[in-house]
Protein backbone atom coordinates (compact mmCIF):
# COMPACT_ATOMS: atom_id res chain seq x y z
CA UNK A 1 0.00 0.00 0.00
CA UNK A 2 1.22 3.56 -1.07
CA UNK A 3 2.14 6.10 1.48
CA UNK A 4 -0.70 8.10 0.38
CA UNK A 5 -3.31 5.26 0.25
CA UNK A 6 -2.05 4.30 3.89
CA UNK A 7 -3.05 8.09 4.64
CA UNK A 8 -6.06 7.93 3.63
CA UNK A 9 -7.23 4.81 5.05
CA UNK A 10 -5.59 5.70 8.44
CA UNK A 11 -8.22 9.12 8.69
CA UNK A 12 -10.79 7.06 7.79
CA UNK A 13 -10.40 4.35 10.03
CA UNK A 14 -10.09 7.57 12.65
CA UNK A 15 -12.94 9.19 11.75
CA UNK A 16 -15.42 6.40 11.92
CA UNK A 17 -13.98 5.30 15.57
CA UNK A 18 -14.25 8.77 16.77
CA UNK A 19 -18.20 8.04 15.22
CA UNK A 20 -18.84 4.74 16.37
CA UNK A 21 -17.06 6.12 19.91
CA UNK A 22 -19.76 9.05 19.94
CA UNK A 23 -22.61 7.19 19.71
CA UNK A 24 -21.64 4.50 22.47
CA UNK A 25 -21.51 7.98 24.32
CA UNK A 26 -25.04 8.58 23.36
CA UNK A 27 -23.77 12.00 21.17
CA UNK A 28 -25.84 12.21 18.35
CA UNK A 29 -24.77 14.26 15.27
CA UNK A 30 -26.07 17.73 14.77
CA UNK A 31 -28.28 18.68 13.78
CA UNK A 32 -31.10 16.04 13.78
CA UNK A 33 -34.00 18.40 12.92
CA UNK A 34 -34.72 21.82 12.05
CA UNK A 35 -33.21 24.45 13.36
CA UNK A 36 -34.68 28.15 14.68
CA UNK A 37 -33.83 31.25 13.99
CA UNK A 38 -35.22 33.91 16.00
CA UNK A 39 -35.22 37.31 14.37
CA UNK A 40 -36.46 39.93 17.35
CA UNK A 41 -38.10 42.22 14.65
CA UNK A 42 -41.21 41.89 12.14
CA UNK A 43 -40.71 41.28 8.70
CA UNK A 44 -39.01 43.64 6.66
CA UNK A 45 -36.32 44.91 8.33
CA UNK A 46 -32.46 44.65 8.59
CA UNK A 47 -32.17 41.27 10.11
CA UNK A 48 -34.95 39.69 8.13
CA UNK A 49 -32.21 40.81 4.91
CA UNK A 50 -29.88 39.26 6.37
CA UNK A 51 -31.40 36.26 8.29
CA UNK A 52 -33.29 35.09 5.84
CA UNK A 53 -30.39 34.23 2.63
CA UNK A 54 -28.70 32.77 5.59
CA UNK A 55 -30.91 30.37 6.35
CA UNK A 56 -31.26 28.93 3.07
CA UNK A 57 -27.67 28.84 2.62
CA UNK A 58 -27.31 26.69 5.65
CA UNK A 59 -29.74 24.01 4.00
CA UNK A 60 -26.37 22.42 1.74
CA UNK A 61 -23.87 23.65 4.35
CA UNK A 62 -25.72 22.81 8.08
CA UNK A 63 -29.46 21.45 7.46
CA UNK A 64 -33.10 22.82 7.47
CA UNK A 65 -33.29 26.48 9.50
CA UNK A 66 -36.53 27.83 9.65
CA UNK A 67 -37.58 31.72 10.40
CA UNK A 68 -39.85 33.09 13.33
CA UNK A 69 -39.91 36.17 14.08
CA UNK A 70 -40.67 37.67 17.57
CA UNK A 71 -40.52 41.33 17.56
CA UNK A 72 -41.15 43.53 20.40
CA UNK A 73 -39.31 45.98 23.10
CA UNK A 74 -36.67 46.66 20.54
CA UNK A 75 -35.65 43.12 19.75
CA UNK A 76 -35.55 42.09 23.79
CA UNK A 77 -38.17 39.63 23.59
CA UNK A 78 -37.04 37.39 20.91
CA UNK A 79 -33.33 37.60 22.93
CA UNK A 80 -35.00 36.92 25.87
CA UNK A 81 -36.60 33.72 24.22
CA UNK A 82 -32.94 32.76 22.61
CA UNK A 83 -31.40 33.70 26.32
CA UNK A 84 -33.71 30.90 28.11
CA UNK A 85 -34.11 28.29 25.20
CA UNK A 86 -32.77 25.00 25.74
CA UNK A 87 -28.49 25.08 24.99
CA UNK A 88 -28.68 22.72 22.12
CA UNK A 89 -27.67 24.69 19.39
CA UNK A 90 -31.71 23.98 18.25
CA UNK A 91 -32.85 28.15 18.87
CA UNK A 92 -30.23 30.62 17.56
CA UNK A 93 -30.47 34.35 17.56
CA UNK A 94 -29.89 36.63 15.08
CA UNK A 95 -29.19 39.50 16.81
CA UNK A 96 -27.96 43.43 16.39
CA UNK A 97 -26.56 46.31 18.72
CA UNK A 98 -30.28 46.79 19.98
CA UNK A 99 -30.08 43.36 21.90
CA UNK A 100 -27.30 43.90 23.18
CA UNK A 101 -26.39 47.14 23.92
CA UNK A 102 -29.31 48.64 25.71
CA UNK A 103 -29.77 45.99 28.06
CA UNK A 104 -26.37 45.93 28.74
CA UNK A 105 -26.54 49.22 30.79
CA UNK A 106 -30.41 48.95 31.82
CA UNK A 107 -30.46 45.45 33.36
CA UNK A 108 -33.10 43.80 30.60
CA UNK A 109 -34.35 40.55 31.43
CA UNK A 110 -31.10 38.63 29.97
CA UNK A 111 -27.28 39.62 30.47
CA UNK A 112 -25.95 40.16 26.84
CA UNK A 113 -22.49 38.89 27.79
CA UNK A 114 -23.62 35.65 29.81
CA UNK A 115 -26.33 34.59 28.56
CA UNK A 116 -25.18 33.88 25.05
CA UNK A 117 -22.85 31.94 23.45
CA UNK A 118 -21.35 34.07 20.31
CA UNK A 119 -21.39 32.35 16.84
CA UNK A 120 -20.46 34.74 14.41
CA UNK A 121 -20.72 38.09 13.38
CA UNK A 122 -21.97 38.47 10.01
CA UNK A 123 -22.41 41.78 8.88
CA UNK A 124 -22.17 46.16 9.67
CA UNK A 125 -24.93 48.67 8.82
CA UNK A 126 -25.20 52.03 8.76
CA UNK A 127 -28.23 53.93 10.34
CA UNK A 128 -29.78 56.94 7.89
CA UNK A 129 -32.00 60.22 8.91
CA UNK A 130 -34.22 60.36 6.51
CA UNK A 131 -37.26 63.04 5.97
CA UNK A 132 -40.42 63.16 4.22
CA UNK A 133 -40.15 65.36 1.15
CA UNK A 134 -42.52 67.86 2.63
CA UNK A 135 -39.72 68.18 5.54
CA UNK A 136 -38.13 71.96 4.30
CA UNK A 137 -34.96 70.34 5.14
CA UNK A 138 -32.01 68.90 2.35
CA UNK A 139 -29.55 68.72 5.03
CA UNK A 140 -28.65 67.91 8.43
CA UNK A 141 -27.95 70.98 9.32
CA UNK A 142 -30.94 72.24 7.75
CA UNK A 143 -33.23 69.60 9.62
CA UNK A 144 -31.55 70.19 13.31
CA UNK A 145 -32.22 74.09 12.12
CA UNK A 146 -35.70 73.25 11.50
CA UNK A 147 -36.14 71.17 15.09
CA UNK A 148 -34.70 74.30 17.04
CA UNK A 149 -37.16 77.04 15.17
CA UNK A 150 -40.48 74.62 15.50
CA UNK A 151 -39.76 72.80 19.05
CA UNK A 152 -41.83 69.39 19.33
CA UNK A 153 -42.90 69.39 15.43
CA UNK A 154 -41.25 67.06 14.77
CA UNK A 155 -41.27 63.56 15.56
CA UNK A 156 -39.04 60.15 14.48
CA UNK A 157 -39.77 56.65 14.10
CA UNK A 158 -37.33 53.87 14.93
CA UNK A 159 -37.15 50.38 15.03
CA UNK A 160 -38.64 50.10 18.62
CA UNK A 161 -37.75 51.17 22.04
CA UNK A 162 -33.66 50.37 22.85
CA UNK A 163 -33.58 49.92 19.19
CA UNK A 164 -30.49 51.16 16.96
CA UNK A 165 -32.70 53.70 15.93
CA UNK A 166 -33.71 54.96 19.07
CA UNK A 167 -30.27 54.76 20.44
CA UNK A 168 -28.84 56.89 17.35
CA UNK A 169 -31.81 59.00 17.56
CA UNK A 170 -31.23 60.18 21.09
CA UNK A 171 -27.98 60.45 20.13
CA UNK A 172 -28.40 62.61 17.29
CA UNK A 173 -31.04 64.49 19.46
CA UNK A 174 -28.34 65.27 22.20
CA UNK A 175 -25.79 66.20 19.92
CA UNK A 176 -27.78 68.49 17.65
CA UNK A 177 -29.12 70.14 20.98
CA UNK A 178 -32.61 69.33 20.26
CA UNK A 179 -34.66 67.54 22.59
CA UNK A 180 -37.97 68.70 21.70
CA UNK A 181 -38.06 65.60 18.70
CA UNK A 182 -40.74 63.09 19.71
CA UNK A 183 -39.85 59.38 19.41
CA UNK A 184 -42.33 57.56 17.99
CA UNK A 185 -41.32 53.59 18.44
CA UNK A 186 -42.32 50.67 15.97
CA UNK A 187 -42.00 46.79 15.75
CA UNK A 188 -40.37 47.04 12.57
CA UNK A 189 -38.71 48.46 9.41
CA UNK A 190 -41.82 47.87 7.22
CA UNK A 191 -44.59 49.83 9.47
CA UNK A 192 -42.26 52.39 9.52
CA UNK A 193 -41.21 53.12 5.96
CA UNK A 194 -44.71 53.59 5.42
CA UNK A 195 -46.08 55.91 7.72
CA UNK A 196 -42.89 57.90 6.12
CA UNK A 197 -44.18 57.46 2.88
CA UNK A 198 -47.71 58.46 3.46
CA UNK A 199 -46.76 61.48 5.82
CA UNK A 200 -47.47 59.90 9.34
CA UNK A 201 -44.40 60.50 10.52
CA UNK A 202 -41.71 63.02 9.17
CA UNK A 203 -38.81 61.67 10.04
CA UNK A 204 -36.91 58.37 10.54
CA UNK A 205 -33.68 56.92 12.17
CA UNK A 206 -33.09 53.69 10.48
CA UNK A 207 -30.67 51.12 9.24
CA UNK A 208 -29.44 51.67 5.71
CA UNK A 209 -30.87 49.36 3.23
CA UNK A 210 -30.83 49.40 -0.10
CA UNK A 211 -34.78 49.40 -0.12
CA UNK A 212 -34.26 52.75 1.99
CA UNK A 213 -31.49 53.86 -1.43
CA UNK A 214 -34.49 52.79 -3.98
CA UNK A 215 -37.34 54.97 -1.99
CA UNK A 216 -34.31 57.94 -1.66
CA UNK A 217 -33.73 57.48 -5.62
CA UNK A 218 -37.43 57.85 -6.58
CA UNK A 219 -37.64 60.63 -4.27
CA UNK A 220 -40.04 58.99 -2.02
CA UNK A 221 -37.84 59.69 0.91
CA UNK A 222 -35.08 61.85 1.57
CA UNK A 223 -31.68 60.69 3.28
CA UNK A 224 -29.52 63.56 4.75
CA UNK A 225 -26.90 61.63 6.68
CA UNK A 226 -25.26 58.15 7.33
CA UNK A 227 -23.66 57.58 11.18
CA UNK A 228 -20.68 55.03 9.47
CA UNK A 229 -17.28 57.31 9.10
CA UNK A 230 -17.02 56.53 5.63
CA UNK A 231 -20.33 56.88 2.85
CA UNK A 232 -21.59 53.83 1.40
CA UNK A 233 -20.56 52.55 -1.57
CA UNK A 234 -24.27 51.68 -2.94
CA UNK A 235 -24.83 55.18 -2.04
CA UNK A 236 -22.11 57.88 -2.55
CA UNK A 237 -24.16 60.79 -3.11
CA UNK A 238 -25.36 60.40 0.90
CA UNK A 239 -22.81 62.68 3.06
CA UNK A 240 -21.48 61.23 6.49
CA UNK A 241 -23.03 62.76 9.65
CA UNK A 242 -19.55 63.90 10.42
CA UNK A 243 -19.39 65.75 6.57
CA UNK A 244 -22.54 67.18 7.28
CA UNK A 245 -21.24 69.10 10.35
CA UNK A 246 -22.44 66.59 13.13
CA UNK A 247 -18.89 64.39 13.66
CA UNK A 248 -20.31 62.92 16.87
CA UNK A 249 -22.44 60.92 15.28
CA UNK A 250 -20.56 57.69 14.37
CA UNK A 251 -22.60 54.46 14.43
CA UNK A 252 -22.24 51.28 13.01
CA UNK A 253 -25.27 48.79 13.74
CA UNK A 254 -23.77 44.68 13.20
CA UNK A 255 -25.65 41.53 12.81
CA UNK A 256 -24.63 38.33 14.02
CA UNK A 257 -25.58 34.98 14.99
CA UNK A 258 -25.82 33.79 18.93
CA UNK A 259 -27.02 30.36 20.47
CA UNK A 260 -28.00 30.30 24.37
CA UNK A 261 -24.82 30.54 26.99
CA UNK A 262 -23.65 26.71 27.38
CA UNK A 263 -24.45 25.06 24.47
CA UNK A 264 -22.02 22.40 23.15
CA UNK A 265 -18.65 24.23 21.92
CA UNK A 266 -18.62 21.72 18.66
CA UNK A 267 -22.28 22.47 18.02
CA UNK A 268 -21.01 26.75 17.87
CA UNK A 269 -17.75 25.74 15.86
CA UNK A 270 -20.16 23.48 13.42
CA UNK A 271 -22.25 26.22 12.86
CA UNK A 272 -19.58 28.92 12.71
CA UNK A 273 -17.40 26.99 9.89
CA UNK A 274 -20.96 26.83 8.03
CA UNK A 275 -21.32 30.38 8.43
CA UNK A 276 -17.67 31.09 7.29
CA UNK A 277 -18.10 29.11 4.03
CA UNK A 278 -21.33 30.85 3.37
CA UNK A 279 -19.72 34.08 3.20
CA UNK A 280 -16.96 33.07 1.31
CA UNK A 281 -19.22 32.41 -1.48
CA UNK A 282 -18.66 35.15 -3.90
CA UNK A 283 -22.12 35.84 -5.03
CA UNK A 284 -23.62 35.46 -1.70
CA UNK A 285 -21.19 38.07 -0.96
CA UNK A 286 -22.49 40.18 -3.51
CA UNK A 287 -25.98 40.34 -2.34
CA UNK A 288 -25.13 41.57 1.34
CA UNK A 289 -22.89 44.26 -0.08
CA UNK A 290 -25.77 44.90 -2.58
CA UNK A 291 -28.23 45.50 -0.10
CA UNK A 292 -25.95 47.95 1.49
CA UNK A 293 -24.39 45.91 4.22
CA UNK A 294 -20.25 45.44 4.86
CA UNK A 295 -20.01 41.46 5.43
CA UNK A 296 -17.68 39.91 8.15
CA UNK A 297 -15.71 37.43 6.88
CA UNK A 298 -13.60 35.99 9.22
CA UNK A 299 -15.44 36.24 12.00
CA UNK A 300 -16.29 33.15 14.75
CA UNK A 301 -16.87 33.03 18.27
CA UNK A 302 -13.61 34.18 19.63
CA UNK A 303 -13.88 37.29 17.55
CA UNK A 304 -17.36 37.30 17.92
CA UNK A 305 -16.99 37.55 21.89
CA UNK A 306 -14.75 39.96 21.66
CA UNK A 307 -16.60 42.03 19.56
CA UNK A 308 -19.79 42.42 21.47
CA UNK A 309 -17.59 42.88 25.00
CA UNK A 310 -15.83 45.99 22.90
CA UNK A 311 -19.06 47.16 21.60
CA UNK A 312 -20.83 47.12 25.14
CA UNK A 313 -18.00 48.82 27.10
CA UNK A 314 -18.20 51.35 24.41
CA UNK A 315 -21.79 52.17 24.47
CA UNK A 316 -22.93 51.60 27.98
CA UNK A 317 -22.01 55.13 29.25
CA UNK A 318 -23.58 56.64 26.38
CA UNK A 319 -26.81 54.53 26.90
CA UNK A 320 -26.98 55.49 30.66
CA UNK A 321 -26.00 59.01 29.80
CA UNK A 322 -29.13 59.33 27.95
CA UNK A 323 -31.13 57.60 30.10
CA UNK A 324 -32.08 54.82 27.55
CA UNK A 325 -34.22 51.84 29.57
CA UNK A 326 -34.85 48.57 28.20
CA UNK A 327 -38.64 47.78 28.39
Given at each position: ?????????????????????????????????????????????????????????????????????????????????????????????????????????????????????????????????????????????????????????????????????????????????????????????????????????????????????????????????????????????????????????????????????????????QIAQATRTAMADDEFRQTLIALGFEPYLASGPDMARRFIEEQVGRWAPVVKSLGLKAE
Amino acid sequence: MERRDALTFGLAFIAAGAQIFGRALGQSPYPERPVKLIIPFAPGGLTDLVGRPWADKMKALLGTVFVEHQPGAGGAIGATAVARAAADGYTLLLGSASQFLIPAAARGQYDPIKDFAPISILVGAALVVAVHPAVPASSLQQLIDYAKAHPGKLSYGSGGIGSTGHLAGELLKSLAGTPDIVHVPYKGAGQMITDLISGQVPMLVINFSGQVRDLHQAGKLRMLAVTTPNRIKIAPEVPTAAEAGLPGWVFENFTGLFAPAGTPKPIVDQIAQATRTAMADDEFRQTLIALGFEPYLASGPDMARRFIEEQVGRWAPVVKSLGLKAE
